[in-house]
């Protein structure tokens, strides 16, 4: 056997290798979850988003439905809401009413999600957290 038979031989056995490999993280348990989550559009729908307020002088709970759609956050009703989402579920949106306006933060996991606001909300300055469960 030549040096480059062995090469040969060498260069066939990873890439046989890698191939089982590959096979055996697409049909482990979870997998098709997990790619099910990680494309775009796979968080649409409606989601009902508590905001609670953990520093300031606002309202203690607050919730506003919120419209997803591929990569995009709206208003579901009440507001104006703009923002994005990304294929891994990272969330953040700006939100408008009236004189009032706040940001947020966080990520959705399936069908939950939570993350982090802050704003100005009637004039006062207040921050807290927020949870969302999908319609």
């Keep these: 056997m030549t040096s480059s ?3 040969n ?3 066939g056995c990873r890439w046989l290798l890698s191939a089982a490999l590959l096979a055996a993280i697409a049909v482990a348990p979870g997998a098709a ?4 989550y990680a494309r775009a559009g796979a968080y649409d729908g ?5 905001f609670a307020t953990r520093a300031g002088n606002c309202s203690s709970t607050n919730s506003v ?20 989402i990304s294929r891994s579920g990272v969330v953040s949106v700006a939100i408008s009413v009236g004189l009032s306006h706040a940001s947020g933060s966080g990520r959705l996991v399936g069908n939950y999600g939570a993350g982090r606001w ?6 006062d300055r207040c921050s807290g957290t927020w ?5």
Excluded at 33 to 36: L, T, V
Excluded at 65 to 83: D, E, M, N, Y
Excluded at 131 to 135: E, G, I
């Design 5 to 7: 038979d062995h090469s």
């Design 118 to 123: 802050a704003g100005i909300i009637t004039g």
């Design 9 to 11: 031989g060498s260069r």
């Design 65 to 84: 439905p919120f419209a997803v759609s591929g990569t995009r956050v709206s208003s579901a009703g009440g507001g104006k809401v703009t923002g994005g």
């Design 131 to 135: 949870q969302a469960t999908r319609s």
């Design 46 to 50: 409606t989601w009902n988003v508590v």
């Design 33 to 36: 979850e997990a790619r099910r």
